[in-house]
Every structure is written in structure tokens, then in C-alpha cells.
């Protein structure tokens, strides 16, 4: 049973989903079409989020957890942070109360099998929100080692899965002095069943719920207003305003909407007659392609876009076609990339097929496309790198359904207006892979925004 089918036979257990009428984020139908300058989304309260964090989260655990040991042939899951070290899974598990790990916090996932519920137990001395069992009384076992290893032995698992990778930092949780503490109480007998638990972390990162697909475009809705405000006469003044400005405006505007940047946002300038990007306190004038690269993260999932404006000049009321004609080709890659999306194939050969069929049309492309989701740049497998084009370990793992990507890429073109100079179209949107379709949350840019320039 597929990951996806397994959700639609679960969610019948999971927490009850959201209704109109509940106090919950935005609900958009994902859509191709993206607006240009969108309406804000209402933002809402800390406690209404802390009450969906918590609701999807009940629905992760679930759903996701059991459709995955099962799919990995794992019959317990062992994880580990410590307070202000948080593992990227555990932190990802944490209810919307609880800010870190606390003190030394264990959790432990255990299928019995035949049919059952998977056992979720918290080796710690404080509860996560009524999601796990507390299986530890400090009293009775001061040694918390001690009690994990009694936990496994007393289910007398076939494989124990702890995180340890070369290859992802996502399931590379385990350090070195926990593991050697956690060995030195397991009986011998339990130390040869240890596994990698690295894809059980990826899969975990990685999968999309209902309700995590519900309110993303939403999500995504939200950057995609906020860059439409960062790219007006609200925010840039041509001949005044710098590139600096433009980033430090939304750094302060996220502050005021209590949104957290998961990167400082970027801004770049192309010129005529000027290589390269332009950035920093360069001041934006007539004339200018302007370039950001923006991304926030709001009820635990993450948006990563990039778009294009250009400033008008006096007199113009639309940009050169030459540029019109850049972000074009850009899109056009961009449907050459989704098209060659399959299941169960690696990342490098989707890009090598995607370059193949971009280059056969004479596009100019560079693709880094990448997951996203709990993190900005997710677990899951990259389809390219900006500096590598070619095979790379990191897009060894195959593309499953059920998950978001960022598809993200450039192509450049030669623009006649700029005497032929080579510009840079870079675009990025968030996406849902379903195995057989790529569709974007909230659309994507297929028009240049237009900043007046006011004279």
C-alpha cells in the first residue's frame, strides 16, 4: 500500500479536520494561476496556531509513522535530543507548547505488529502534550539509559532504528556520546539489531498530510503577498530606495507579523551594461530587473520563492520584450522539469532528463530544485545544484508522492534591448507532487511585476 492510500485509510484515526467554522489559517484551492499582488491572508493568534500545530502534528504521528515503519521493515524507532541540540525529527515532533527539548528528551516509536496501534513512548521527565506515553519514572530507575534499554528488552525487537547518516543531516541525530551511553546499558544481543534510521526521518520529514496540503497554498499565499508588497511603491522608490532596504523591510515586516525568515531574504538588481547580480546598498533606479529570493515559516511548513520585477522608466508602460521573452524560457523549463517528475526514480535522473529536454529546445537551463516542507531546504531527494548540473550523492534518493517540492531554477537568455547581454531569470515556486502530477500551491510568475517609477 502506497504512503498516500495509507493516509486515506488512517485519517479515520487521526485528529478530526479542520471545518470552515473552526478559527484556522487561509483555505485556497491550489492553483497554476498566481496573482500578481495579492490580498494578505489574515496571520493568526499564537494560541489558534499553537492549537493547528498541534492538530496536524496529532495527524503526522498517526498516519505517517505507522504507513512508514511498516514500509521500512522497522519494529522500533529510537530517537534522542538533547536541550538547545535538538535533532531536526524530534524537534519536528515537539507539540507547539514545548520550545526544545528538555533536559535529555527520548522518544521511542515500537510496532508490535499484527495489526496493532505503534506504541509512542517519551523516555524524559516531562509529558509532550498527552502525543506520548511517559514511560519513565526518575524514582523508580534514576539511570534514564537504563530505563530505554529495559523498555526494548522487554519488546524484544527484531531491528532498532537510530538515526545515523553520511549522507543527510536529517537523520544524522544521534551523536556519538548518546550513542555510546545509550550501547553501554543495551544487552549485547540488542546492539547487533541496530539499523539506520536515516530513511525513516526522510519519509517522516518528507510526507504531506491532508491537512498539512489544506492549508499550504494558504501558506504560500502569505509570501507571495508579502513580495508583492516588497516589490511596489509601498516599499521601493527608485533613485532612493537600496537593495539593502528592500531585505531589511521584510525582516522588519516579518517581526511585526510575528513571522519567522527561515534565511535572510535577498534582493539583487541586473542592469544594463552591468555584469552580474547588484546587491547590498546599490540603489535601485528606471530600468532596473530586480530579483528576490524570500521565504518564511509559518505553522511548522515553509515556502521558498523567487521572483522578477522590473522598474518602468519614464514613459514605459511594459517591460522590454526581451525580458518578457527571459521569463518565458524560464517558464517554459519549468514545465519541462514537472513533466519529467516520476516515482521511484533518483534526482539525478529526473535532471538529467529535464537538461536533456530543455537543451534539445535551446533553452540555457540550470535547475537546484529541492523539497521543502518542516525545513526550507527538506529532506528528500535535490534534483540539481547550482553548482553541480551533473550526478550528485545528495539526489541518490528516488522522488516519492506525497510530498512538496520548490521547483527552482533559472535560464538565460540573451536580451537585444541590453545589446545582447546574457540575463539571469530565475524563478521559484512551491509545489505537490501527488506521483503523477506536479501542481503549484499558489501558482507561479509568468509576468513581470511592474514598478511604476513615479515620473
Do not use: C
Not at 20 to 44: F, H, N, V, W, Y
Not at 178 to 199: F, K, W
Amino acid at each position: 500500500m502506497s504512503i498516500v492510500a495509507f493516509f486515506a485509510a488512517a485519517l479515520a484515526l487521526s485528529a478530526p479536520a479542520m471545518k470552515a467554522e473552526d478559527p484556522g489559517p487561509l483555505i485556497l484551492p491550489m492553483t497554476d494561476t498566481e496573482q500578481a499582488a495579492p490580498d494578505m491572508p489574515p496571520i493568526l493568534p499564537m494560541r489558534d496556531r499553537a492549537d493547528v500545530i498541534d492538530r496536524i502534528l496529532a495527524e503526522r504521528l498517526e498516519t505517517i509513522i505507522p504507513a512508514i515503519m511498516h514500509e521500512q521493515g522497522v519494529d522500533l524507532w529510537l530517537l534522542m535530543s538533547r536541550e538547545y541540540f535538538e535533532e531536526p525529527v524530534v524537534e519536528s515532533m515537539l507539540d507547539a507548547r514545548s520550545m526544545s527539548a528538555r533536559r535529555r528528551t527520548i522518544l521511542i516509536f515500537h510496532d508490535p505488529g499484527e495489526g496493532q496501534p505503534v506504541e509512542r513512548l517519551t523516555v524524559s521527565r516531562y509529558g509532550l502534550a498527552g502525543l506520548f506515553e511517559p514511560s519513565w519514572d526518575p524514582d523508580d530507575q534514576p539511570d534514564q539509559w537504563q530505563a530505554v534499554a529495559d523498555i526494548i528488552a522487554a519488546r524484544d525487537p527484531a531491528t532498532i532504528a537510530v538515526n545515523f547518516s553520511d549522507i543527510t543531516a536529517f537523520g544524522d541525530g544521534m551523536t556519538l556520546s548518546q550513542y555510546r551511553a545509550m550501547s553501554a546499558n543495551l544487552p549485547e544481543q540488542y546492539r547487533d539489531r541496530i539499523v539506520s534510521g536515516e530513511t525513516l526521518a526522510v519519509r517522516w520529514l518528507e510526507s504531506r498530510t491532508p491537512s498539512e496540503l489544506e492549508i499550504y497554498p494558504g501558506i504560500v499565499r502569505i509570501a507571495h503577498a508579502l513580495i508583492g508588497r516588497a516589490f511596489s511603491r509601498e516599499v521601493i522608490t527608485p533613485g532612493v530606495t537600496t537593495a539593502a532596504d528592500v531585505q531589511w523591510w521584510y525582516r522588519e515586516e516579518l517581526a511585526r507579523l510575528g513571522l519567522t525568515p527561515w534565511f535572510h531574504p535577498s534582493i539583487g538588481i541586473q542592469r544594463e551594461g552591468s555584469d552580474g547580480m547588484l546587491r547590498g546598498d546599490t540603489v535601485i533606479m528606471p530600468g532596473d530587473l530586480l530579483w528576490t529570493d524570500f521565504g518564511i515559516t509559518y505553522l511548522r511548513l515553509s515556502t521558498d520563492t523567487q521572483h522578477l520585477a522590473y522598474v518602468l522608466k519614464p514613459g514605459e508602460t511594459q517591460a522590454p520584450e526581451g525580458l518578457r521573452r527571459g521569463l518565458a524560457a524560464t517558464n517554459r523549463v519549468q514545465d519541462i522539469l514537472i513533466d519529467s517528475f516520476k516515482t521511484d526514480v533518483s534526482g539525478n535522473e529526473v535532471l538529467a532528463d529535464a537538461r536533456a529536454k530543455a537543451l534539445a529546445e535551446g533553452l540555457d537551463p540550470s535547475i537546484y530544485s529541492h523539497p521543502i516542507g518542516t525545513h526550507g531546504h527538506g529532506a528528500g531527494s535535490a534534483i540539481g545544484f547550482w553548482d553541480n548540473q551533473g550526478n550528485d550523492p545528495r539526489a541518490e534518493y528516488l522522488i516519492r508522492s506525497g510530498t512538496t517540492w520548490s521547483i527552482e531554477l533559472t535560464s538565460y537568455s540573451a536580451v537585444p534591448e541590453w545589446g545582447g547581454q546574457r540575463v539571469d531569470f530565475r524563478s521559484e515556486e512551491d509545489a505537490w507532487f501527488d506521483g503523477q502530477t506536479v501542481r503549484f500551491l499558489d501558482g507561479r510568475q509568468t509576468e513581470l511585476t511592474l514598478i511604476p517609477s513615479g515620473q
